[in-house]
């Protein structure tokens, strides 16, 4: 099974934000296929071992996520996506994925839900806080406990946030 990661947002990421991010970043070389809704990013598969999608998302109700975070549920309109493949990923990938998602949602307004494998939700930002689920002790480890540090964050305690 490939290991994926998505951010679904709120509003609208635009391409050309995606790529700004990557740039400050350092990754200047972008390789930028266009998709009928998105693009693909497709450069990173041989130094990190992944894909990189920004899609728009479809109309209501395929754009609708059911989650605990929140009591309705949370209508989103781009995902970007990080699929791994082959399994040549490693901590350099993770910091990477993380690294882009947290910088991103930095500089958004935008209230995001942060997956893995489609259905494993690891944090909910918002403009004020960054909600982690943290009943597999994900946050707890390497990357993911370095990269929390610097930004308000909860733990989610199973209440709705809103």
Same mark, same amino acid.
């Given at each position: 099974? @490939?290991?994926?990661?998505?951010?679904?947002?709120?509003?609208?990421?635009?391409?050309?934000?995606?790529?700004?991010?990557?740039?400050?970043?350092?990754? +200047?070389?972008?390789?930028?296929?266009?998709?009928?809704?998105?693009?693909?990013?497709?450069?990173?598969?041989?130094?990190?071992?992944?894909?990189?999608?920004? +899609?728009?998302?479809?109309?209501?109700?395929?754009? @609708?996520?059911?989650?605990?975070?929140?009591?309705?549920?949370?209508?989103?309109?781009? +995902?970007?996506?990080?699929?791994?493949?082959?399994?040549?990923?490693?901590?350099?990938?993770?910091?990477?994925?993380?690294?882009?998602?947290?910088?991103?949602?930095?500089?958004?307004?935008?209230? @995001?839900?942060?997956?893995?494998?489609?259905?494993?939700?690891? $944090?909910?930002? +918002?403009?004020? $806080?960054?909600?982690?689920?943290?009943?597999?002790?994900?946050?707890?480890?390497?990357?993911? @406990?370095?990269?929390?540090?610097?930004?308000?964050? $909860?733990?989610?305690?199973?209440?709705?946030?809103?």
């Amino acid at each position: 099974m @490939a290991i994926e990661y998505s951010l679904k947002l709120e509003e609208k990421l635009s391409e050309s934000g995606l790529l700004e991010q990557l740039k400050s970043m350092g990754y +200047t070389d972008n390789d930028v296929i266009e998709l009928p809704k998105g693009i693909k990013m497709s450069q990173f598969r041989s130094t990190l071992g992944l894909n990189l999608y920004l +899609t728009e998302s479809g109309e209501y109700p395929y754009n @609708a996520y059911e989650t605990q975070f929140l009591r309705n549920e949370f209508v989103y309109e781009s +995902t970007l996506s990080f699929r791994f493949v082959n399994n040549l990923y490693n901590n350099e990938t993770y910091e990477f994925v993380l690294s882009l998602v947290f910088n991103l949602m930095k500089n958004n307004n935008s209230n @995001a839900l942060f997956l893995s494998n489609g259905d494993n939700e690891l $944090c909910f930002f +918002t403009k004020d $806080c960054i909600y982690s689920e943290n009943s597999s002790h994900v946050w707890d480890k390497g990357c993911f @406990a370095e990269i929390l540090k610097g930004y308000k964050y $909860c733990n989610f305690d199973g209440n709705y946030i809103f």
